[in-house]
Nanobody, 123 residues
């Protein structure tokens, strides 16, 4: 499975972006997926995850209430809507998928990774 993340860019503090993740060469429909990010000089960290059915969603405390993860199991895609962006949200954002429908907050549990898309929050 190849994952392609897109939608990153430069945005002012308080602004919004929507990241998308499209799968090819395989199927992410009904498999757990997630978003992680890695800021400058930081380790990769969990952002949000969604179960294969979409019935279970989990957010990192730092983004809860501002970010929304969703998926479309008819289109083999998922997305991350980011509102009220802060400079500390600046990072490369990665989408990832598992070979199970159970969500996870742990990067090593994910089997497939996209190449990342840069999000920069700055005025």
């Amino acid at each position: 499975v190849q994952l392609q993340a897109s939608g990153g860019g430069l945005v002012d503090p308080g602004g919004s972006l929507r990241l998308s993740c499209a799968a090819s060469g395989g199927d992410i429909n009904w498999y757990a997926t997630g978003w992680f990010r890695q800021g400058p000089g930081k380790e990769r960290e969990f952002v949000a995850a969604i179960s294969g059915t979409g019935g279970t969603i989990y957010y990192a405390d730092s983004v809860n209430g501002r970010f929304t993860i969703s998926r479309d199991n008819t289109k083999n895609t998922m997305s991350l809507r980011m509102n009220s962006l802060k400079p500390e949200d600046t990072a490369v954002y990665y989408c990832a998928s598992r070979n199970t429908g159970l969500y996870s907050r742990t990067a090593r549990d994910y089997d497939y990774w996209g190449q990342g898309t840069q999000v920069t929050v700055s005025s």
